[in-house]
């Protein structure tokens, strides 16, 4: 089987195209430049099936027309995951949407063999920020984010990002349903993702979700954050996700909120200071510590048809923390 992985330079991919070549997949990946293949092929034996297109720009006009061509099955990973907005349209909005847009399309017009596409979307097309706290609330693939445009290119770099993966989303299941493609399409919809890094990185470059840890463990916070979205995912058990979506009929034209549980970076911190002693005065051990309640998170559905095995809080910060420390 020939699988197209989008975006394979980042963090999450970096974990489904380990996964898809152990399964014996011929991987295409998709990058933005030469020296990103480079470094992915890199990291594999030189007779791995593994080949790449170059993508700059995943919002340019047809950006996937060429590289859908021969593959069986789709895995769009790429979209932005950053704050540093300038313009939301164009630094964050457009290439989630026309993205989405681009691959759906290219993949309906080039590639009718393709039977199974999957998208990973996010938390942030599910929560609804307005609710806040919400704790008589357990969140499941039941709940939309039910984020406007006016507010999508509002000031609020995170309300934007969150819009960009809503509506990319949402075009995707519109997309299905008024094209009727030969394939169905699954959602992967991970919140906050920790774990080792296997993509090419730096503590200047680390990925946004990691950044919050690397925040807590580096020295450069006196006090513990708070915890503005309370729910976390290891990334292994994302990438598996994708990978079990593919290989699962039961996954077709479903969502899937691949949640781990919930977390506070009061914990965090104990479990880096608990599993790294040498940490002891870089790692924050005062600060905001919420007695509140808050939204609860229901993942039975990913256990059930993905078969996901959830690696605990405890696995999955000392896994990365292991390799922060040498950053420290
Ligand atoms: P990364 O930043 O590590 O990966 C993002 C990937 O998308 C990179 O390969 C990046 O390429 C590529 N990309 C971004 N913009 C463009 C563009 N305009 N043109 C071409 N390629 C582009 O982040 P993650 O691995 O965390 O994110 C992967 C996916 O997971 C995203 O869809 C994100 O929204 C989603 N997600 C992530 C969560 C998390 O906590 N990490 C939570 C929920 C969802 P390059 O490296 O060259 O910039």
């Known amino acids: 089987t020939i699988a197209l992985l989008t975006g394979a330079s980042g963090f999450i991919a970096g974990h489904v195209l380990k996964i898809l070549l152990e399964k014996g997949y011929t991987v295409k990946a998709t990058v933005r430049s030469q020296s990103k293949a480079d470094y992915l092929k890199g990291l594999y034996p030189a007779d791995a099936k593994l080949s790449f297109a170059i993508v700059e720009d995943i919002a340019a006009p047809n950006a996937f027309d060429e590289a859908v061509k021969g593959v069986d099955v789709v895995v769009h990973t790429a979209s932005p995951f950053h704050f540093k907005v300038t313009d939301p349209v164009n630094d964050l909005l457009d290439p989630a949407i026309k993205g989405t847009t681009s691959i759906l399309h290219a993949t309906k017009n080039f590639a009718p063999q393709v039977k199974r596409v999957i998208i ?188 996901i095995e959830y690696i605990s809080l405890e696995q999955s910060v000392v896994d990365l923390t292991k390799q922060l420390v040498a950053w420290v």
Do not use: C
Request: aromatic share 10%; no cysteine.
């Open 120 to 307: 990973t979307s996010s938390f942030a097309a599910i929560i609804n920020g307005a609710k806040g706290d919400w704790p008589e609330h357990t969140y499941s693939e039941a709940d939309w984010n039910p984020v406007t445009w006016e507010e999508a290119i509002g000031t609020n770099p995170a309300t934007t990002y969150r819009a960009s993966k809503t509506f990319a989303e949402k075009t995707a299941w519109d997309f299905v349903e008024k094209e009727k493609p030969n394939f169905t399409i699954t959602t992967i919809n991970p919140p906050l993702v920790w774990g080792p890094m296997i993509h090419d990185v730096t503590p200047e470059t680390v990925n946004t979700s990691n950044a919050n840890v690397w925040a807590l463990v580096n020295g450069s916070q006196a006090t513990i954050p708070a915890t503005p979205t309370p729910a976390w995912v290891d990334v292994r058990n994302v990438a598996e996700a994708h990978v079990n979506a593919l290989e699962t009929p039961a996954a077709e034209n479903q969502r899937y909120f691949i949640v781990a549980g919930k977390y506070s970076y009061k914990e965090v911190s104990d479990i880096v200071l608990k599993n790294f002693p040498e940490l002891t005065g870089k790692v924050p051990t005062e600060g905001v510590i919420s007695s509140k309640k808050l939204y609860d998170v229901d993942n039975s559905k990913s256990k059930k048809d993905l078969g």
